[in-house]
């Protein structure tokens, strides 16, 4: 991903709201298990307070991603919203254990008078992938045997596998069938 960063001494003002677009390309990571398939929307207003800042907005696009059964890529729709703060690096000063607090988890760090709006998007996607990615809720996937997507057509291959380790219970069972 390019480095996109937002320079903080552009803005005196207590709130500034910020409009961004990103080309796909300016938003798209190396070796990420997703595809920025249109430009990044990147709407907040940015509360200044002293050396601390404050973005909350939204962030829009399109991610492309396989699908867990069939493998084809497909598009999901991005509309996030977020709400972060912001504080100067110096001020992070790892005291130690302590318990994390509600706050730490929407706090992050910045550096050089710099947020870097790459990390933001980056955070973003990947809140926005779900556990088990399907291109349609009812997908039926590949063929185990042969690799055919059984959304496309389908195949000669016999569905019902048998475990080789359950064949002595299966014979026990016919066995009984028979008596």
């Not at 003002?13 to 990103?22: G, N, R």
């Not at 509360?47 to 907005?57: Q, S």
């Not at 939204?58 to 084809?72: A, F, G, K």
């Not at 709006?117 to 039926?140: I, N, S, T, W």
Request: aromatic share 8%; proline share 6%; charged share 30%.
């Amino acid at each position: 991903m390019t480095s996109v960063q937002l320079d903080l001494t552009r803005y005196r003002q207590p709130l500034t709201h910020v409009v961004k677009t990103f080309q796909p390309g300016e938003a798209a990571g190396e070796g990420e298990p997703y595809r920025v398939e249109e430009p990044v929307e990147l709407e907040f207003d940015l509360h200044k307070d002293k050396a601390r800042f404050r973005i909350a907005g939204t962030l829009r696009t399109v991610l492309e991603l396989p699908c867990s059964r069939c493998l084809e890529p497909f598009g999901i729709p991005v509309n996030l919203a977020f709400d972060l703060r912001y504080l100067p690096r110096t001020v992070n000063t790892g005291d130690g254990e302590r318990e994390i607090q509600e706050d730490d988890l929407t706090t992050a760090f910045y550096e050089n008078d710099t947020i870097d709006l790459g990390q933001l998007m980056r955070e973003q996607f990947y809140l926005a992938l779900p556990m088990k990615p399907l291109c349609v809720e009812d997908c039926h996937g590949l063929c185990v045997q042969c690799g055919t997507n059984l959304n496309r057509g389908s195949c000669s291959c016999e569905r019902d596998w048998v475990d080789p380790r359950l064949a002595a219970l299966a014979k026990l069972k016919n066995n009984q069938r028979e008596h």
